[in-house]
């Protein structure tokens, strides 16, 4: 991804942007939100729903909030992330940066460049091994579109390798203006939208009051404040289906996120082979490492997001490596000979050790 020099945008320069209309409308409806407030805070409050192919689900205390009322912000909320972040949408904002020619600039809305400038920065610490134009590959491979999962030919892969550069990207955050240098390059932010949406309902809920708040989005969290006995929030690791839950500990989230990345849900097999969703972006293939998923503590769910994708397509070792030159909490499931090995960084025995509780209680998650 490169930078490019600041350009002043004139097309639309008087129009009132779609993202400005919904924020007022959000900005509007936390206010009702609030306005419907009770004087007494119940003690624990549940709603869900379904969002981004997946379902999301928020638990709070301490705050009296309109469950129906809240609901309602948080579809109008996640509507907006959507829009600008979906591949699965036409309509979205990264859909229409898709279909559109190269040397075209784009202004983008603010989620959508915050979600940008996290992706470069996890690009240049990963040393390219983290990437968002691997589309093309991914159809290729099966994993998105409408085909069904195949091994393409390797003359088919070394062709989509140079449209899937991240270098033909062109970003100026400033101006938050994006454009491509071919017309092939696409984006796929699948690897940072649901933790960035975790953290705008987290922010969103502590906008609303409620200081004490779990929010999840298809296995990924963000915890913030305590429980209602006034412990930290305790969620149980992601494991494959293979691996019993007593393997997996509880791990408390004191004012953080967690996710996982793992191959155990999106893969095919092939002539005796077994090839899984997450793409090494140096060969267009699938990652070739013994890793069945990794977890990542972090300050922020798209933080933990993009980590635990980036250690993915390392091996165990170099992903371990990683972790303990970073000081991450990281928590590894390795395959191997008929079972599973755990591996985990320094950083996150320490924090299972010191949660101060037992690991037969109940996680909140």
């Known amino acids: 991804m490169s930078l490019r020099s600041p350009r002043t ?13 919904l924020t007022r409308s959000l900005l509007l409806g936390l206010a009702l ?74 202004h983008v809305s603010s989620d959508l460049q915050v979600v940008l400038d996290a992706a470069q920065r996890a690009h240049e610490d990963s040393e390219g091994v983290f990437s968002i134009t691997l589309a093309p590959l991914m159809r290729a491979w099966g994993f998105q579109g409408t085909g069904w999962p195949r091994r393409p030919q390797d003359a088919e892969i070394q062709s989509l390798l140079p449209r899937s550069d991240l270098s033909l990207l062109h970003w100026d955050s400033r101006e938050r203006q994006l454009s491509k240098a071919i017309d092939e390059l696409e984006l796929d932010l699948s690897a940072l939208a649901k933790g960035y949406a975790v953290d705008a309902l987290s922010e969103l809920l502590r906008e609303a009051g409620a200081s004490n708040h779990l929010v999840e989005i298809g296995g990924e969290l963000r915890a913030r404040g305590r429980r209602v006995d006034g412990r930290v929030w305790r969620v149980a690791i992601a494991r494959p289906a293979g691996l019993s839950r007593t393997a997996s500990p509880a791990v408390p989230l004191d004012n953080a996120a967690i996710a996982t990345s793992g191959d155990y849900q999106q893969y095919f097999e092939q002539d005796g082979q077994r090839y899984a969703h997450i ?46 030159q970073r000081a991450l909490a990281v928590y590894l499931i390795e395959r191997v000979d008929r079972g599973y090995r755990i591996r985990q960084s320094e950083a996150m025995r320490l924090l299972l050790e010191n949660r101060g509780e037992s690991d037969t209680a109940k996680p909140d998650r």
């Open 33 to 106: 939100l609030l306005a419907s407030c009770g004087s007494e805070p119940p003690t624990h409050q549940r709603i869900e729903g379904k969002t981004m192919g997946t379902t999301w689900s928020v638990q709070w205390h301490g705050a009296a909030l309109n469950p129906a009322r809240l609901s309602e912000t948080i579809e109008a909320r996640l509507e907006q992330l959507n829009l600008s972040l979906s591949n699965w949408r036409d309509d979205s904002e990264i859909s229409r940066f898709n279909r559109a020619s190269a040397h075209q600039p784009t």
């Open 9 to 21: 945008l004139l097309e639309g320069a008087h129009r009132q942007p779609p993202e400005r209309r």
């Open 279 to 324: 793409l090494d972006p140096r060969d267009g293939r699938p990652a070739r490492s013994t890793l069945a998923s990794a977890t990542v503590v972090a300050a922020s769910a798209m933080q933990a997001d993009a980590l635990a994708t980036w250690l993915m397509v390392l091996d165990a070792e170099d992903a371990l490596a990683v972790a303990q």
